[in-house]
């Protein structure tokens, strides 16, 4: 069926289904969209904030949450029947951020010893460079 509606009119069809938001921020949320305005701006309700860790995840209750159109890099429907078929393993909010703290260190140290590397060949590490990592 043709959506005559443009831009973000457009999204008036996603009102009522669970979404998936990736911001600019990296976070992803998952919740149920209850507005959307000419900016593109998202209310969404029963929000989750789900934080990945390889094979890994965690949700943290959010509630209701606003999102500023801008700050949205990637938004979808969720698939309800892949949902619950994911070869992920859930585990505690207290584990997936012990080990996203983990991985951020190590991601840190990956990148100081880069640094270094090229500092020790008479290269300076630019921040364009720096950015790659995320």
């Given at each position: 069926?043709?959506?005559p509606?443009?831009?973000?009119?457009?999204?008036?069809?996603?009102v009522?289904?669970?979404?998936m938001?990736?911001?600019?921020?990296?976070?992803?949320?998952?919740?149920y969209?209850?507005?959307?305005?000419?900016?593109?701006?998202?209310?969404?309700?029963?929000?989750?904030?789900?934080?990945?860790?390889?094979?890994?995840?965690?949700?943290i209750q959010?509630?209701?949450?606003i999102?500023?159109?801008?700050?949205?890099?990637?938004?979808?429907?969720?698939?309800?029947e892949k949902?619950?078929?994911?070869?992920l393993r859930?585990?505690?909010v207290?584990?997936?951020?012990?080990?996203?703290r983990?991985?951020q260190?190590?991601?840190?140290?990956?990148?100081?010893?880069?640094?270094?590397?090229?500092k020790?060949?008479g290269?300076?590490?630019?921040?364009?460079?720096?950015?790659?990592?995320?």
């Amino acid at each position: 069926m043709d959506n005559p509606l443009f831009g973000t009119a457009h999204m008036l069809d996603e009102v009522d289904k669970k979404l998936m938001v990736l911001l600019h921020d990296g976070r992803t949320l998952i919740g149920y969209l209850r507005s959307v305005d000419q900016f593109a701006n998202l209310v969404l309700h029963r929000t989750i904030e789900r934080i990945h860790v390889g094979n890994e995840y965690g949700d943290i209750q959010r509630g209701v949450f606003i999102i500023r159109g801008e700050n949205v890099v990637l938004l979808g429907e969720i698939d309800r029947e892949k949902e619950n078929s994911l070869p992920l393993r859930e585990i505690s909010v207290d584990d997936i951020l012990d080990a996203q703290r983990r991985e951020q260190e190590a991601r840190q140290e990956k990148h100081r010893l880069v640094a270094k590397a090229l500092k020790e060949r008479g290269l300076n590490m630019n921040s364009e460079m720096a950015q790659d990592e995320f």
